[in-house]
């Protein structure tokens, strides 16, 4: 066999699968959004809100005159679980932001984050230190205002590893997604390919197990030991929503969520009105939702109402509680004959009309317009020399030229 055969013959052996062995199926690599799945974060963020409003466990937190258990026992009972919406979003996270990383680099995804999440999230920082600053000022609140060290650390989207409090409480899952968002920008630096992200997924599976069986809060920081299982099922749908459902996607997709359920005991201790057995009913329902979402005749829904009300579930999650619950308390003691429920109706009406505001003037103007700096930055054109001979010389620049001159005339 000539050697030019042999040369040949190894490259074969050696070149990486081929990128037909990775199309995607039908329709699933056209990138656009899924309908359906918007719809599911609008729920997401429903049932993270009516926790906030009618499941907190605090009995009395509308004031004496209102006890959620018996104002509202049935609406008390459910929204006790709707704090599962937040592991509802990290599930429907993984399968977005694994859809968001195919054909882009680390850094068109690290832009394409940045310029999602900030605006949006600056805007929000700066609205609650600025009724808090007048509450106080007005003496409906007593205290100090939000102090600038507190502000500083929270425009960082990173406050608790600062050593700050959250201005906005449900923040402390964006510092989560930060994380998802490192694994995942460490993967595209390898390169994303269907048997790569495969791997990726059963592999962090393990090294979160590991990291809780070695009790190492470190591993546990930067593995996400709490949320693998849901980020990586989340992964898993969406490779069988591109590629299409296969053997070893469905055992990956089992392995995360036997991991998720048995982790989630740890969560459902928090919460101390919560079943383990119904909320692992209620967050099975949110799995089974979403693979109908992307591989039954759902995903062909195109429906703007529901696209559009995807793009508003960030703004009104951010609002809903650091400005919405305020809202709702202010309207029980001006309005008190209005009585709980249409009060808290109210606030939510009043935070879903912010966030559209907010999607309006800061995520469609800002984002695409810090989309586009960063991306032009990434990739600066040199600043031009001065050409030789034009422009006034400084003083220091013609005292050197003197020195250098030979003496005499």
């Not at 197990?209 to 030991?225: A, T």
């Not at 053997?247 to 048995?262: I, P, R, S, V």
């Not at 201790?269 to 209620?282: D, E, F, G, K, Y």
């Not at 600043?383 to 003197?402: I, Q, S």
């Amino acid at each position: 066999m000539p050697e030019s055969a042999y040369r040949e013959a190894a490259r074969t052996l050696l070149r990486p699968a081929p990128a037909e062995r990775e199309r995607p199926s039908g329709d699933s690599a056209s990138g656009g959004r899924l309908a359906a799945v918007d719809g599911l974060r609008l729920l997401a963020a429903a049932a993270v809100a009516a926790y906030h409003y009618l499941g907190t466990p605090t009995p009395r937190f509308w004031g004496e005159a209102y006890a959620l258990p018996q104002a509202a026992p049935l609406l008390h009972a459910v929204s006790g679980y709707g704090w599962l919406g937040v592991e509802a979003f990290f599930l429907i996270s993984g399968f977005v932001i694994c859809m968001s990383c195919w054909g882009r680099t680390p850094a068109q995804f690290a832009v394409s984050r940045i310029a999602r999440l900030f605006p949006l999230y600056w805007a929000v920082v700066l609205i609650i230190v600025a009724m808090g600053t007048v509450t106080v000022l007005v003496g409906q609140r007593s205290g100090a205002p939000t102090d600038l060290r507190t502000t500083l650390g929270n425009l960082t989207m990173i406050p608790g590893p600062l050593g700050v409090d959250f201005t906005a409480g449900v923040a402390w899952t964006l510092w989560v997604e930060a994380r998802f968002y490192l694994l995942m920008g460490a993967l595209l630096l390898i390169g994303l390919t269907y048997r790569r992200v495969v791997a990726f997924g059963f592999l962090w599976l393990v090294l979160a197990s590991i990291g809780r069986e070695l009790d190492s809060g470190v591993l546990d920081e930067l593995l996400l030991s709490q949320y693998a299982g849901l980020f990586v099922a989340g992964i898993a749908c969406h490779l069988m929503h591109r590629f299409g459902p296969n053997l070893l996607l469905w055992l990956l997709t089992g392995f995360a969520w036997c991991y998720t359920l048995t982790v989630l005991d740890d969560r459902v201790a928090t919460h101390p009105t919560s079943n383990w057995t119904v909320s692992v009913a209620v967050l099975t329902g949110f799995l089974v939702l979403l693979a109908l979402a992307s591989l039954s005749r759902l995903r062909h829904l195109s429906w703007r109402t529901l696209v559009y009300a995807g793009a508003l579930t960030y703004p009104f999650y951010l609002v809903h509680q650091s400005v919405g619950i305020p809202v709702t308390r202010g309207v029980l003691k001006t309005l008190p004959f209005l009585g709980l429920l249409p009060s808290i109706a109210l606030g939510l009406l009043f935070s879903l009309l912010l966030a559209a505001v907010l999607n309006r003037q800061v995520d469609r103007r800002l984002g695409p317009l810090l989309r586009r700096h960063l991306t032009t930055a990434l990739d600066p054109l040199p600043v031009p020399a001065r050409p030789p001979g034009r422009g006034r010389a400084t003083p220091r620049a013609r005292a050197t030229a003197d020195a250098g001159r030979p003496s005499g005339g």
